[in-house]
């Protein structure tokens, strides 16, 4: 299975950064979603969305499959890993490798 295009592949960071500030600016949530990967959630985060959506990548089996525990728990893991500041991402929408820092 070919892995489709997702948002950060039709639209630039910068436009998504001012799409984020437009919502907050008009007092409305700003949600994302469109074929993101796990990779894309930190970006999603630091761009200001407030809502992010997954399917493919918290589901065994793709979009057509059931969600998996353990792919959620990822998710959760990373998100709650780049609060606690233990994750420095390269920006980029392509594939990243999450660099876990020493603790200060």
């Keep these: 299975m070919v892995n489709p295009p997702s948002t950060f592949d039709f639209l630039s960071r910068e436009y998504l950064r001012k799409f ?7 007092g409305f949530l ?12 930190i970006d999603a985060i630091e761009l200001g969305f407030d809502v992010i959506g997954f399917r493919d990548a918290v589901c065994s089996g793709g979009r057509d499959g059931v969600v998996s525990l353990e792919l959620v728990s990822e998710l959760k893991e990373i998100i709650r890993s780049h609060y606690a500041g233990k994750i420095s991402v390269y920006s980029s929408s392509k594939p990243k490798q999450w660099v876990l820092e020493a603790q200060v």
Excluded at 30 to 41: D, N, R
Aim: glycine residues 6%; hydrophobic residues 40%; aromatic residues 6%.
């Design 20 to 26: 984020v500030e437009e919502a907050h600016r008009n």
């Design 30 to 41: 700003a949600a994302l979603a469109g074929s993101l990967k796990k990779y894309h959630i």
